[in-house]
């Protein structure tokens, strides 16, 4: 039974992955973001994302940080 759902399970990441590949290469058409100054960067649409993407991973894990870097409390006495 495990084997089966095992093979479910990577059958249906094998079909989102084809489906998000499918989608980053029909949207691989350049994207201007425009800054301030007039300043502007040429990309893929897939890139920005990928970027942004990567930046919110960035940001999530330096907020959660202090929750990973928190010593941990010691009792004050042994349990009876």
């Given at each position: 039974?495990?084997?089966?759902?095992?093979?479910?399970?990577?059958?249906?990441?094998?079909?989102?992955?084809?489906?998000?590949?499918?989608?980053?290469?029909?949207?691989?058409?350049?994207?201007?973001l425009?800054?301030?100054?007039?300043?502007?960067?040429?990309?893929?649409?897939?890139?920005?994302?990928?970027?942004?993407?990567?930046?919110?991973?960035?940001?999530?894990?330096?907020?959660?940080?202090?929750?990973?870097l928190?010593?941990?409390?010691?009792?004050?006495?042994?349990?009876?």
């Amino acid at each position: 039974m495990t084997t089966l759902l095992k093979l479910l399970v990577w059958l249906l990441r094998i079909a989102v992955f084809i489906g998000l590949f499918g989608l980053a290469i029909k949207n691989s058409g350049p994207m201007e973001l425009r800054f301030f100054l007039d300043q502007a960067w040429m990309a893929p649409t897939s890139v920005v994302i990928l970027a942004v993407f990567a930046i919110g991973v960035a940001v999530g894990l330096t907020a959660a940080l202090g929750v990973f870097l928190r010593p941990q409390r010691t009792p004050d006495r042994e349990p009876r």
